[in-house]
């Protein structure tokens, strides 16, 4: 269903909140509403934030607002402001000279008025002098003097008139031929509105609210204080500035000191405890697990159990003592166990490079382990021979027992 066959209900601005920077806005609007549920609320300002838009129904409970959104709409300007111009001036001509027709006839009347005095009658010349009646004169001059007081009065209402009808011809005999000369600046007009869809079918009254811009408040502050008083009076007046494109005149105003724009959360209460004051508890340092730390040792459980080593067979180690200075003697004893696995190999060099410095001999197993005491008996090695002639002077080796 378009928007243009909704049913428009029209709307009154209740009540505005000003804020330091921009102010918040409710209209009610009341109406029957139809049984698609489609009514357009008219009246809103071109500047309403959209996304600030707001409706609630008030005292219907079977009615509620299943949609809101707003809706901007694009009319040709009227053409017909210079004959509307032009009948009121007709209107305030004829009206003019409606007052002018009652002053002058007020005019003359005053003039009748005044043309009231005593004539005494003619008298023939036999006639004897008559006695002149004072009393009928004084009363003739009373009359007309009140009559007179009456009609002056009247006059000055009527000349009132007269002239207020006269600056409003004036006024709009002006504004007409300003208008005939003014080329209009645009030739479309844009309103705003609220389309709304209510559900139930039955009379309700709407409430919108809305935020504009372009309104702010200031404090002006007086303080009244008598030299020798121990007290003061303090006075808080508001300046009130807008340009929201609304009249604010007769509505209800608030102010407010906070930020419109600004978001504002309530803060988290804490529960109630009855007993000796307890310090706040230590914030814990425990944080939540990174996602995915399940699967981080997946890999190694799906690689299985290492595989068995063999044992190697017991090696048998030979000693040797070797005969040395008088007294010195070394002896070897057996050591079993599991042959240690080769050292590797080295990595093959490149052709011209350094070549690898080869191990020790016997290196590779490392040193024999000397004990005292062994079961098996050391093999003696013989001396190195002696140049014939010299006597010997003693050295002996042995295998230890």
Known sequence: MSTESAQRWGSTLDSVVVYAQGAVCRRLARGIVPPDGRVRVTGLPRSLDPGSLRVRVLGAPGIRVTEAR?????????????????????????EHAAAQGRRDRQLSLIEEVRALHPVPPARKREDPHRRTPVDAWLELADFVDERLAGLHTR?????????????????????????????????????????LTLGGADDAEVELEYGVPGAVWVPTYRLTHRQGDGAGRL?????????????WTGVRIALATADLRRRTDLPRLRSIRIGRRQPAPAPSGWREP?????????????AGPRPATTAAPAAVGVGSATVGAAGDFASTA??????????????PQGYGGPAAAAPAPGAAYGPAPTSFGGEMAAFAQPAPSRPAGRARTGGSSFAGA
Not at 178 to 190: C, G, K, L, M, Q
Not at 237 to 244: D, E
Not at 336 to 347: I, K, N, Q, R, T
């Open 235 to 247: 006075v808080l007046r508001a300046s009130v500035a807008q340009r929201t494109g609304e009249d």
């Open 290 to 302: 990174p996602a995915g730390l399940a699967d981080l040792f997946t890999g190694y459980e799906a």
């Open 70 to 94: 707003v809706d901007v709409e694009a009319e040709p300007l009227g053409t017909g402001t210079t004959d509307e111009l032009r009948r009121e001036v007709d209107r305030l001509r004829d």
């Open 155 to 195: 006059l000055v209402e009527l000349e009132e008139a007269l002239h207020h009808v006269e600056h409003e011809l004036t006024v709009a005999a002006d504004r007409l031929a300003r208008a005939s000369t003014d080329a209009p600046s645009a030739y479309v007009e844009t309103t705003v509105c609220a389309v």
């Open 334 to 347: 057996v050591v079993s166990g599991p042959v240690p696995p080769p050292p590797p190999l080295p990595a």
